[in-house]
T-cell receptor, first 113, second 114 residues
Framework: QKEVEQNSGPLSVPEGAIASLNCTYS??????FFWYRQYSGKSPELIMFIYSNGDKEDGRFTAQLNKASQYVSLLIRDSQPSDSATYLC?????????????FGTGTRLQVTL | EPEVTQTPSHQVTQMGQEVILRCVPI?????FYWYRQILGQKVEFLVSFYNNEISEKSEIFDDQFSVERPDGSNFTLKIRSTKLEDSAMYFC????????????FGDGTRLSIL
């Protein structure tokens, strides 16, 4: 059973601080990794994706991947109240051309004023 | 920006009835997916579809479920003889290009079985 693990939170950070969200995965054959943001009652919205070891930055967001440790993280700099949401880590197993995403349970982030 | 559209946004159905959930994927995408999310739980994969056939299906996707691409734009999920436990948000997603590319999700259909 391929698993994606996240701390469910809530993770509470003050406005302007850095939020660090973590994810581990069990399948060493996983090839690409995605962070989605989900507001309550809404659909997953793509934030970032990464498939090479190291860091990838996009505005206030940085994704970090360490395949040896089977670990993915998302850093949100200068956190804003509008960043308050559940962040879903999703992993593509690479099993076939139409390979599915396996999701973690998500980490709920609360940005406080 | 192109987006995945789903209809209806909310479907209420009596137990035992059939429902069809509809999706229009992004126009140049080739890979299509259905996921579901039961309230308070994680997003779960149901089925993937490519080249007019199912590529992979989960153990959830049993004989009660079927998918179809009836024309060049629509992608549908049919649930026959619905059960109370089918109540969930159902998300359609599509992807273009290689397997490293992201899947883009529609706004979902909230299915309520009474």
């Amino acid at each position: 059973q391929k698993e994606v693990e996240q701390n469910s939170g809530p993770l509470s950070v003050p406005e302007g601080a850095i939020a660090s969200l973590n994810c581990t995965y069990s399948d060493r054959g996983s090839q690409s990794f995605f962070w989605y943001r989900q507001y309550s009652g809404k659909s997953p919205e793509l934030i970032m994706f990464i498939y090479s070891n190291g860091d990838k930055e996009d505005g206030r967001f940085t994704a970090q991947l360490n395949k040896a440790s089977q670990y993915v993280s998302l850093l949100i700099r200068d956190s804003q109240p509008s960043d308050s949401a559940t962040y879903l880590c999703a992993v593509n197993g690479g099993g076939g051309t139409a390979s599915k995403l396996t999701f973690g349970t998500g980490t709920r982030l609360q940005v406080t004023l | 920006e192109p987006e995945v559209t789903q209809t209806p946004s909310h479907q209420v159905t009596q137990m035992g009835q059939e429902v069809i959930l509809r999706c229009v994927p992004i126009s140049n995408h080739l890979y299509f997916y259905w996921y579901r999310q039961i309230l308070g739980q994680k997003v779960e994969f149901l089925v993937s579809f490519y080249n007019n056939e199912i590529s992979e299906k989960s153990e959830i996707f049993d004989d009660q479920f079927s998918v179809e691409r009836p024309d060049g734009s629509n992608f549908t999920l049919k649930i026959r003889s619905t059960k109370l436990e089918d109540s969930a948000m159902y998300f359609c997603a599509s992807r273009g290009g290689g397997s490293n590319q992201p899947q883009h999700f529609g706004d979902g259909t909230r299915l309520s079985i009474l």
